[in-house]
């Protein structure tokens, strides 16, 4: 017959092991209370890089923690001597205080870190923890987005009145432009416009307009944090305001004064939208409320915060399989208990297993997908599938021996023996991950491409991943011996259907959790491809889809071979040798004697179904353009032309043969001169290997006099001036009339 264990010794263990467990649960809370401070490392904003972070935080805490602890300990000891010395010292007081030691050490910690000079330890040790992880990369991401990228027009009605009157007055209508078209007056508009809705209401004391109470709250707390840089935002504003006078105060500005406008443009920009940055992922943690505080404000963030499945959704999976599984171990009835570091080693183990199958699907499903863009009918990508799974199998094995042989080395190594006679006799314990791999794959290809809802998808998703995984515990149970049965199981006679019922239940699990990510990841990758399509179609970055002219008539359908008939319904197979890079150059408008050059690319838009053209590397890259490519049949010319907002560029230059440069006219409207219609041969060379020189080219540069005879010999053959006729009188006397 056993011995029974008497019940106070239970009571007694469960004391002193609820000292150490309610003292290392208050220093992680208290952890991660500190490390979830603002401005930038919000959980939500940053899961994975938040959680790394907060690792090696807890790891300093608690370490600190051991410290104290000894601290504690030892000081009792010596309260005991002094009690002792002076003969009033109680032999079990000391015994007594020991269990406590834990807890008071804890308390220690948190209470000092109230005092100024333990605190600025405390600062330096999360700050050393938020750059390990990189956290305040998410907010320099977001304000890079809102200052480059994100489409920002100004709520209120306030708002724009007073940046109406206030550039009106202080520089001059001319500078005045709210559309979003890329010219100066535009991002002059938008940096002043940016500047007036977060900094001039903490510098002049307007109110602000965006959001309730609470924003104000959030919004005087970041401001407070960030006092030196508001303080530089106010500086660099008054150099903008400074700027802008002397650009739009003459008629045709130098290039010195034009960089000044656009470096003062660029840096209030990118300051207020850091702040900005700031406040919104201080007020919220999820990507929808931030998407919509942002669309508060003005700003079009639907393309610089889409969803991804990324780090954060990847390191989530894991985390979600570790504790599901551990808790399965923990409370599934027939099982042997295992202890908190058993359990821990196999579920991390799973769940790391389960990361690389999660990520080879999701990698093989993306790349698929968007190769097969649009096709309705196509065959599973299994080759590559299998070959993912492969990998992951491989994988699984090294994380199975790994991390078994972490633990080891850690402990005392009496189980370094074991560990591959473990991983021998569990190896069926692989197949899992592998079925994973191609079960999750395939779902994601078929289910995300569905017209369903997403509880539709996610509900199919986790039934199709819960019968693969069941088939995956058959194998598992059919394989697995009764050896390794009996160190898990109570009765393993009877294990073999309980294994099959816990496998297909964390097959359900995790398809709900990838489906759920992937789906939303998907449907935001194929919003972005719309906005890209709907963008070309206008023919400049940044500006609203517009109706454009090309866009009349009817075009060919998005992956079609053949482009519609108004762009001359030529074959891509016929314009395949015209896509690469090209130099182009031109005469400058703005200064006499200087060739403007930059490059050009040339390729075929899927979407669109014709070819298209962007510039790139320009000197003055507002006037960026991309658009459309028109090629008759029966002419030797070809036409550049891009649309916008009633605008029209034309550029129409030989068809390049086989190396050949093309050579032809450009008509457009000069920024420089009050946008006045203006006419220039150009020139576009096909480029092999050097790339020369780009930019504002002058005399005395190594390629002006190549750029300058190519540009010469435009006129007559390529193109033509036709002037203005003589006067009357001097066309009798060159050609006399006969007398009668």
């Keep these: 017959m056993d011995k029974q264990v008497p019940s106070s010794e239970w009571i007694s263990y469960i004391f002193q092991s609820g000292q150490w467990m309610v003292a290392a649960v208050m220093l992680i809370v208290y952890a991660r209370v500190r490390f979830n401070q603002p401005p930038t490392n919000r959980s939500g904003t940053t899961f994975a890089l938040f959680f790394f972070g907060l690792i090696f935080y807890c790891a300093l805490i608690l370490a600190l923690w051991l410290v104290v602890i000894v601290v504690v300990r030892q000081g009792g000891i010596g309260f005991y001597k002094a009690a002792a010395w002076l003969g009033n010292a109680d032999p079990n007081a000391q015994a007594e205080f020991r269990p406590y030691a834990p807890l008071v050490a804890a308390l220690v910690i948190v209470v000092a870190a109230h005092f100024p000079w333990v605190r600025r330890l405390d600062n330096a040790a999360r700050d050393f923890c938020i750059k390990l992880a990189a956290i305040p990369r998410e907010a320099d991401r977001l304000a890079f987005e809102l200052a480059q990228i994100a489409e920002f027009q100004p709520k209120s009605e306030r708002l724009r009145e007073r940046i109406r009157k206030i550039i009106t007055e202080d520089v001059g209508p001319q500078a005045l432009r709210f559309e979003t078209d890329g010219s100066v007056p535009a991002r002059f508009t938008r940096a002043v416009g940016l500047y007036w809705l977060f900094v001039g209401p903490n510098s002049n004391g307007t109110p602000l307009d965006f959001g309730g109470p609470n924003a104000r709250s959030a919004y005087t707390r970041i401001m407070q944090l960030s006092q030196k840089t508001a303080a530089g935002i106010v500086k660099r504003y008054d150099e903008l305001m400074q700027a802008g006078r002397t650009y739009f105060g003459v008629r045709d500005p130098s290039p010195e004064v034009r960089e000044a406008l656009n470096r003062s443009i660029v840096e209030v920009s990118q300051l207020t939208c850091d702040l900005i940055a700031r406040y919104v992922l201080y007020s919220n943690t999820t990507k929808a409320k931030r998407r919509q505080r942002l669309a508060r404000m003005g700003f079009d963030a639907s393309r610089t915060m889409a969803i991804r499945f990324n780090l954060d959704q990847w390191v989530a999976t894991i985390l979600g399989v570790i504790v599901f599984s551990a808790g399965l171990m923990a409370s599934t009835p027939g099982t042997i208990r295992m202890s908190a570091i058993q359990i821990l080693i196999i579920s991390v183990t799973f769940g790391l297993s389960i990361g690389c199958a999660v990520m080879g699907a999701v990698v093989v499903a993306q790349r698929f997908m968007e190769r097969h863009e649009g096709e309705t009918r196509v065959d599973p990508p299994i080759a590559e599938l299998t070959a993912a799974a492969l990998v992951v199998g491989g994988l699984s094995a090294a994380i199975r021996i790994g991390i078994p042989l972490a633990f080891a080395v850690l402990g005392d190594g009496s189980d370094l023996p074991n560990i591959f006679i473990h991983f021998r006799e569990r190896l069926p314990g692989l197949i899992p991950p592998i079925v994973c791999t191609i079960s999750l794959g395939l779902l994601c290809i078929y289910l995300s491409a569905r017209p369903w809802s997403q509880a539709r998808i996610v509900t199919a998703g986790a039934l199709g991943n819960g019968l693969a995984f069941i088939v995956a515990g058959l194998m598992v149970a059919w394989l697995i011996?009764?050896?390794?049965?009996?160190?898990?199981?109570?009765?393993?006679?009877?294990?073999?259907?309980?294994?099959?019922?816990?496998?297909?239940?964390?097959?359900?699990?995790?398809?709900?959790?990838?489906?759920?990510?992937?789906?939303?990841?998907?449907?935001?990758?194929?919003?972005?491809?719309?906005?890209?399509?709907?963008?070309?179609?206008?023919?400049?970055?940044?500006?609203?889809?517009?109706?454009?002219?090309?866009?009349?008539?009817?075009?060919?359908?998005?992956?079609?071979?053949?482009?519609?008939?108004?762009?001359?319904?030529?074959?891509?197979?016929?314009?395949?040798?015209?896509?690469?890079?090209?130099?182009?150059?031109?005469?400058?408008?703005?200064?006499?004697?200087?060739?403007?050059?930059?490059?050009?690319?040339?390729?075929?838009?899927?979407?669109?179904?014709?070819?298209?053209?962007?510039?790139?590397?320009?000197?003055?890259?507002?006037?960026?353009?991309?658009?459309?490519?028109?090629?008759?049949?029966?002419?030797?010319?070809?036409?550049?032309?891009?649309?916008?907002?009633?605008?029209?560029?034309?550029?129409?230059?030989?068809?390049?043969?086989?190396?050949?440069?093309?050579?032809?006219?450009m008509m457009t409207l000069s920024a420089g001169r009050d946008y006045t219609p203006a006419c220039a041969p150009v020139v576009l060379k096909r480029i092999g290997g050097r790339i020369p020189e780009l930019g504002f080219v002058r005399s005395g540069a190594p390629d002006y006099e190549d750029y300058r005879q190519a540009l010469e010999a435009v006129a007559p053959t390529f193109g033509f001036f036709a002037g203005a006729p003589p006067p009357t009188a001097s066309l009798e006397t060159r050609f006399p009339v006969a007398a009668e």
């Design 481 to 665: 011996d009764d050896g390794v049965l009996q160190q898990f199981y109570v009765h393993p006679e009877s294990a073999r259907p309980t294994i099959v019922m816990l496998t297909g239940l964390t097959g359900i699990v995790i398809g709900a959790m990838v489906l759920f990510a992937f789906t939303r990841s998907e449907r935001a990758r194929r919003d972005d491809a719309e906005h890209a399509a709907a963008d070309a179609r206008v023919g400049i970055p940044g500006l609203s889809p517009l109706r454009a002219a090309e866009e009349l008539e009817p075009a060919a359908a998005p992956g079609s071979e053949v482009a519609a008939p108004n762009y001359g319904e030529y074959s891509r197979a016929n314009v395949a040798q015209l896509e690469g890079r090209y130099l182009c150059f031109r005469p400058a408008f703005t200064e006499a004697g200087v060739i403007s050059a930059y490059l050009v690319d040339l390729r075929w838009d899927e979407a669109a179904s014709c070819l298209t053209f962007e510039e790139k590397d320009r000197e003055d890259r507002e006037h960026a353009q991309r658009g459309r490519v028109y090629i008759p049949d029966d002419r030797a010319f070809i036409s550049f032309v891009t649309v916008a907002r009633g605008a029209i560029r034309l550029v129409t230059v030989s068809r390049p043969d086989q190396g050949e440069s093309a050579r032809g006219l």
